[in-house]
């Protein structure tokens, strides 16, 4: 890890008082920071307990429910969307449970012909962060499909710059692909919480990259403080 990424680590850490018990319970399942890939997979039966539909345009309604603290703050970000520029957005997939990955995964297979390239383009059950309740899929249009032209819309171009004032990322970028383990997915939000978006966006690195860092940071500050 670069000193000065783990130097200015070190810092926020401290800025935002976080220790390993506290940084731990983020990360931890139910935390707003809890990771999940291919190496970090949720149980078949999780299901997060405060779900609920965000009031925003979706194309399909039955589909888009979030965790009740994302699901609000996803209203707020359409909204200034709407405002701010005159754009319309439609929600098109948020909570997933494990049974719902695995289907779509199975037809990803037999797409492919290929479960290797199936699980570069989908995740697996289990390592979908739409089973925390956390992530949302996007659309310009209610007939759009989910492809990387999205980034090219005045849409995908104005989530990209803003979803962080709203506490999402962008979690699979281009330039992350060998970190994430996943193809780039410019219409793929994730809610981490204003301040945890807010330094992603600025330090543009992925998930994976920032919650190392910060654990190396906290681990160096409660070293300091023996």
């Known amino acids: 890890?670069?000193?000065?990424?783990?130097?200015?680590?070190?810092?926020?850490?401290?800025?935002?008082?976080?220790?390993?018990?506290?940084?731990?319970?983020a990360t931890s399942l139910g935390g707003y920071l809890a990771l999940v890939n291919r190496d970090y997979v949720l149980a078949a039966d999780y299901?997060?307990?405060?779900?609920?539909?965000?009031?925003?345009?979706a194309t399909n309604g039955s589909a888009i429910l979030m965790r009740s603290e994302a699901a609000a703050a996803l209203e707020e970000l359409f909204a200034a969307a709407k405002d701010e520029a005159g754009?319309?957005?439609?929600?098109?997939?948020?909570?997933?449970?494990?049974?719902?990955?695995?289907?779509?995964?199975?037809?990803?297979?037999?797409?492919?012909?290929?479960?290797?390239?199936a699980q570069r383009l989908v995740a697996p059950p289990g390592a979908s962060e739409h089973q925390l309740?956390?992530?949302?899929?996007?659309?310009?249009?209610?007939?759009?499909?989910?492809?990387?032209s999205f980034a090219k819309t005045k849409q995908g171009q104005w989530v990209a710059e803003n979803a962080h004032r709203f506490g999402f990322i962008i979690r699979y970028k281009e330039e992350w692909t060998d970190i994430t383990g996943y193809a780039y997915e410019p219409w793929h939000i994730r809610y981490l919480g204003k301040e945890h978006a807010a330094i992603i966006y600025e330090m543009d690195i992925p998930l994976e990259t920032y919650i190392a860092a910060l654990r190396a940071a906290a681990l160096s500050q409660d070293l300091e403080e023996e």
């Open 133 to 148: 309740g956390l992530a949302m899929d996007l659309k310009a249009t209610p007939t759009s499909n989910l492809s990387a």
């Open 47 to 57: 299901e997060p307990d405060d779900l609920v539909r965000p009031n925003v345009k």
């Open 1 to 25: 890890m670069p000193l000065q990424l783990l130097s200015l680590l070190i810092s926020l850490v401290s800025a935002l008082s976080l220790s390993l018990d506290t940084l731990g319970q």
């Open 87 to 117: 754009l319309t957005l439609y929600a098109a997939s948020g909570y997933r449970s494990y049974g719902t990955q695995s289907a779509i995964f199975e037809r990803k297979i037999k797409n492919t012909g290929s479960r290797e390239k």
